[in-house]
C-alpha cells in the first residue's frame, strides 16, 4: 500500500471518528438525558434503557453484532470493516461519555437548554451532521443505518424517508414505558423529523444538479473549457437568432450546483455579452451523475422468460 493510500485510510477513519463522536454526543449530552427517544437501533436500546435499565452500551453492540453480517454481504467488505470501526467506537463512547457530567444538557450543566423542546432539535442535527459525515465515508454506526443503504443502493430512496418510516413505531413504543407520556413521543418525534430533514439536505445537497443554456457567439472556446478544465459534457444545439437570422450554436450542459459558481465565472470570462439560462435538474442519471436505480430484480423480472 503506497503512502498516498495510508493517508487517505487514516484521513477517512480519522473522519469517521469525528462523525461518531458527533452522533453519541447527540444522544449522551442531548436526547438520553432529558428522557428522549428519537428513532433507528439507537432509539430502541435507548427506550429499553428507559424500560429496563439496560445501558444503551450493551444492547447496541448486540443487536448490531446480527446485522453486521448484511453490511458485509450486501455492500462490501470495505463497508463492513467501516461499519465495525463505527460501532465499536460507538459502544466504546455510549459507555465513557455518560461518565462525563459535564456533558449532559441538563440543569445545572453548561449544556442546559431550559427550553425543552429546543433539545430534540439540537439533538437531532448534531446526528444528522454525525451520520452524513460518516456515510460521506463510506461507514455506518449499524441498525437502521444499514436498511437505508441497502434501499438506497437499489432504489433512488432517500435515506431520510427510510429512517423516518422505520422510526414512527420504534418512537411510539416510549408510550409503553410508565412514566412516559404523549409529551415524550412528541418530543422524540420532533428529534426524527429534524433528524430526517437535516440528513436528506446534507446527503441530497451535494448531489443537486443544474441544466445550463448557453447563448454565445464564442461557444466553441466556451464548449472547450468546459470539457477539458471542468471534465463535464457540452451539447451544441443548432439554433437561429431570429433577430439576426444567423445559423448559431447554443450550449446544453449538466453539472453539480457545487460547479454552478465556476462556470459562471469561465463564461463571463470568456464572453461578457453571453446570455446563460440555468434551470433546476431534480433527477440526472447516466456517467457522472447518479446510477438508475429500479431495483435488483428488475431486468429478471422483464426478461426472465427469454432464457426459460
Not at 455518560?98 to 433539545?119: C, D, M, N
Not at 451544441?236 to 465556476?262: H, M
Amino acid at each position: 500500500m503506497t503512502l498516498k493510500k495510508v493517508l487517505a485510510t487514516v484521513g477517512d477513519y480519522a473522519l469517521l471518528s469525528i462523525g461518531t463522536l458527533l452522533y453519541c454526543l447527540a444522544w449522551d449530552s442531548f436526547l438520553i438525558p432529558n428522557g428522549i427517544a428519537s428513532g433507528g437501533l439507537t432509539g430502541a436500546c435507548t427506550i429499553l434503557q428507559f424500560a429496563t435499565g439496560i445501558p444503551v452500551s450493551i444492547s447496541f453492540v448486540i443487536a448490531n453484532a446480527v446485522l453486521l453480517g448484511i453490511g458485509f454481504l450486501v455492500m462490501g467488505n470495505a463497508f463492513g470493516m467501516r461499519t465495525i470501526w463505527c460501532i465499536a467506537l460507538s459502544t466504546i463512547l455510549f459507555r465513557v461519555l455518560p461518565e462525563f457530567p459535564v456533558l449532559a444538557a441538563v440543569e445545572g450543566q453548561p449544556l442546559y437548554i431550559s427550553e425543552k423542546v429546543l433539545v430534540p432539535i439540537i439533538g437531532g442535527l448534531l446526528e444528522a451532521a454525525g451520520i452524513a459525515l460518516i456515510f460521506f465515508r463510506g461507514g455506518s454506526t449499524g441498525g437502521t443505518d444499514i436498511v437505508a443503504l441497502i434501499l438506497n443502493k437499489f432504489w433512488p430512496v432517500s435515506p431520510g424517508k427510510v429512517f423516518m418510516y422505520t422510526d414512527l413505531f420504534i418512537i411510539a413504543t416510549v408510550l409503553l414505558i410508565p412514566g412516559y407520556s404523549l409529551q415524550d413521543m412528541i418530543y422524540g418525534y420532533l428529534a426524527m423529523i429534524t433528524f430526517s430533514l437535516a440528513i436528506d439536505g446534507i446527503l441530497m445537497g451535494s448531489k443537486t444538479s443544474v441544466q445550463v443554456l448557453i447563448f454565445s457567439s464564442r461557444y466553441n472556446e466556451i464548449a472547450d473549457y468546459i470539457i477539458h478544465e471542468m471534465d463535464r459534457g457540452v451539447t451544441a444545439l443548432k439554433s437561429v437568432g431570429w433577430y439576426t437570422q444567423q445559423d448559431t450554436k447554443v450550449l446544453l450542459i449538466v453539472v453539480r450546483k457545487t460547479q454552478l459558481p465556476e462556470l459562471t465565472r469561465a463564461v463571463k470570462e470568456i464572453d461578457k455579452r453571453a446570455f446563460v439560462s440555468v434551470s433546476q435538474a431534480s433527477s440526472v442519471y447516466g456517467e457522472g451523475f447518479e446510477e438508475i436505480k429500479t431495483g435488483p430484480s428488475a431486468r429478471r423480472r422483464r426478461y426472465g422468460s427469454i432464457n426459460q
